[in-house]
């Protein structure tokens, strides 16, 4: 990005057409400052130093105290030198000088020299950062309290823009959660009619995924100037200057990335595998309403291997499933998992549970599990199904989405059951640990809640037409 002379955005134009979008003009006050700021000037020891760390040079003064090093930094800003602590021997303290005074600095080395958050490689570096930073921020310290208040992020709506680009997303395309009430009559479950699954059809040919995300933010080191795409300011210092987002790209200042929304638009390019991946970024990556793998390896099933006996509860070879793992993670959509290729189905009804397995975050999510626990621990029926609806309500709609589209599917593979062996309890058996995962991994807690898992996923089956 290249530096505006202009100051502020009173001069942009903007148009709602995403061809005719026009990059903003970067404020420059803050670059100006980093340009002026003081800059490093080391006091070198004039004799050696034997007691100097191999990790310090000629800026090693020795035990010093703070009096002295004051007298030898003498009046000019950036000034600095390295001393041992005369009140904590074995430590050594960074003197600086700036704003007319001598500043002390605990300074710490474990392969980078730091004082507080950032690592740098060398004290100059560091130094010349926090130049950077005291300076900046003495200057413009009101400046910086209120750069967040007029975002260019919502003037200008680069999040907008980047979804008109793509194509207008059908909501329509994904089933919305509904709240529903259970009812026993004559021993049977009623719900309203408008909640039953017959109205809830499946839609593949609409593809959207306007789900919210939130941004993968990262402390990230930026090669050359750049400002913040959401306050339009520039991002000073020589390292960690601001968050990066990994998912989409998005570079902000670490105070502004808390304002940024949840509206993530994952780039493609900068999603390097499928499996391991997280389900709500893999899907507004790809701009699908469930994962291709979900969707790639149940029509599979169901076009061939729905009488196939223990199905998911016989397992493919290892080998194989991690076959299909690496071309679902090298080729996408367009991986091959055909019978031509795989024709044994277990292999594929075992990559589909790997997919599920090695999600970072379960479909079930980590925030709901005791949820759903809880609600498996409820004697009366309408007040279990009552507390596990309540619990689906609390999913990310990604999550809501597949799991509503894997139990259609695994309540198919129960009308075979003559055919396959595997009724809803065995289903439950095999997919609680795989789609319910505790938040932490206590080996004793995992299985004292397998039953309780193994009911909640048979429940889910059974009564999927009413619960989703």
Known sequence: MAASSNSSLSGSS??????????????SYLYRLQQEAPRPKR????????????????????????????????????????????RQPGTHTLALRFGHQTLNYRLFYDGKHFVGEKRFETVHD??????????????????????????????????????????????????EPRRVTFQREDSKITTSPLVRHSTLKDCPSEKQSSYDKIHNFKVHTFRGPHWCEYCANFMWGLIAQGVHCSDCGLNVHKQCSKLVPSDCQPDLRRIKKVFSCDLTTLVKAHNTTRPMVVDMCIKEIELRGLQSEGLYRVSGFSEHIEDVRLAFDRDGEKADISANVYNDINII????????RDLPIPVITFHVYSRFIQAAKIPNPDTRLEAIHEG?????????????????????????????????????????????????????????????????????????DVLF
């Not at 413009?140 to 194509?167: Q, V």
């Not at 009804?349 to 599920?356: D, R, S, T, V």
């Not at 059951?417 to 009724?423: P, S, T, V």
């Not at 039953?451 to 909640?456: A, D, F, M």
């Open 43 to 86: 006091m070198t020891c004039p004799q050696e130093m034997e007691t100097r760390p191999k990790y310090y040079g000629r800026e090693f003064h020795g035990m010093l105290s703070r009096e002295c090093a004051d007298e030898l930094l003498g009046g000019a800003d950036g000034a600095y030198l390295v001393r041992e602590s005369q």
């Open 14 to 27: 903007v148009s709602s057409d995403p061809e005719d979008y026009q990059p903003p003009i970067w404020k």
């Open 349 to 356: 009804a075992g990559a589909l549970k790997l997919y599920l």
């Open 126 to 175: 560091l130094v010349t950062d926090g130049l950077i930073t005291l300076y900046i921020e003495t200057k413009a310290a009101e400046y910086i309290a209120k750069m967040t208040t007029n975002p260019i992020y919502e003037h200008l709506g680069y999040t907008s823009l980047l979804k008109d680009k793509m194509g207008h997303r059908l909501s329509r395309g994904r089933t």
């Open 392 to 464: 689906l309500l609390q999913l990310p709609p990604a999550h809501y989405e597949t799991l509503r589209y894997l139990m259609m599917h695994l309540k198919k593979v129960t009308m075979f059951e003559k055919d396959n062996f595997m009724n809803s309890e065995n289903l439950g058996i095999v997919f609680g640990p795989t789609l319910m995962q505790p938040p932490e991994q206590n080996a004793l807690a995992t299985l004292n809640d397998m039953r309780h898992q193994k009911l909640i996923i048979q429940l889910l089956i059974e009564h999927e």
